[in-house]
């Protein structure tokens, strides 16, 4: 048989050349699960590759990545939790605040929310789980969107948690650039137009058989998507907040 990593040809268990297992399953949410235990711990094993790949051909990485070349690739769920992690604790040392908690600001600016903003601020406080949270939504979005293409919705989170990683880097950048030179609108609205542009970059080399209107317009679809998806979620966990306190 023929490594699904190396392309070498193989026998047994695992790859003689490369060392991944020579049969190389489609991935299911519980082998993601225990991906997350068995990766934080491991930065060794492929974090700075996968964060280059990332960076400069990121649809191309994910995409081999699924297609079984793994064992370069920092798992995906153990990526987004680590930088995310890493981001948290940055802010609280710089003493800025994580995008979650400005949004959350933002929120409170526009009236009278306290009883929602105690809530919310309970979830910013613990920033990498809420974002492992949400991930599935977004997930949900960008698969109802880019339905038909041939991937589904396991590796859609695949797919968005590796983007979250990413833009999480993005965001560890305004953090620092922020403390430095100090938290100006222009600066943050530079972070939100990288973020959604790297994304969209992702889009176009992961989707690159759609065409780029169409790629454009189910990127478009994903976030409107997600925020129809995210709404009732919201309000179901500050219910679920209001009677646990």
Not at 105 to 126: I, Q
Request: aromatic share 16%.
């Amino acid at each position: 048989m023929t490594c699904k990593n190396c392309s070498e040809e193989a026998s047994g268990h695992y790859c003689s050349n490369c060392g991944q297992k020579t049969t190389v399953a489609r991935l299911t949410l519980a082998s993601l699960a225990s991906q997350l235990s068995e990766g934080v711990f491991q930065i060794n094993r492929g974090f700075f590759f996968t964060l280059k790949e990332l960076f400069v051909r990121p649809g191309h990485s994910i995409r081999a990545f699924l297609g079984g070349k793994r064992k370069n690739h920092f798992k995906p769920i153990a990526y987004a939790f680590l930088i995310s992690t890493v981001y948290f604790f940055l802010t609280r040392a710089l003493g800025t605040e994580t995008i979650l908690n400005d949004a959350i600001s933002g929120f409170a600016e526009g009236g009278n929310h306290k009883s929602d903003l105690s809530a919310l601020t309970w979830f910013a406080d613990r920033y990498s789980y809420t974002i492992l949270l949400f991930l599935p939504v977004y997930a949900l979005a960008s698969f109802l969107a880019f339905k038909g293409t041939g991937y589904n919705f396991v590796e859609h989170v695949v797919l968005n948690a590796y983007i979250i990683g990413q833009q999480t880097l993005i965001y560890i950048l305004y953090a620092i650039t922020s403390y430095l030179t100090g938290d100006t609108e222009l600066l943050a609205l530079a972070i939100v137009v990288m973020s959604i542009t790297y994304q969209l970059f992702v889009f176009w080399q992961f989707f690159s058989k759609q065409g780029a209107i169409l790629i454009l317009l189910r990127s478009l679809a994903t976030y409107i998507l997600y925020l129809l998806f995210l709404t009732p979620l919201t309000l179901v966990l500050l219910w679920m907040f209001s009677i646990i306190k």
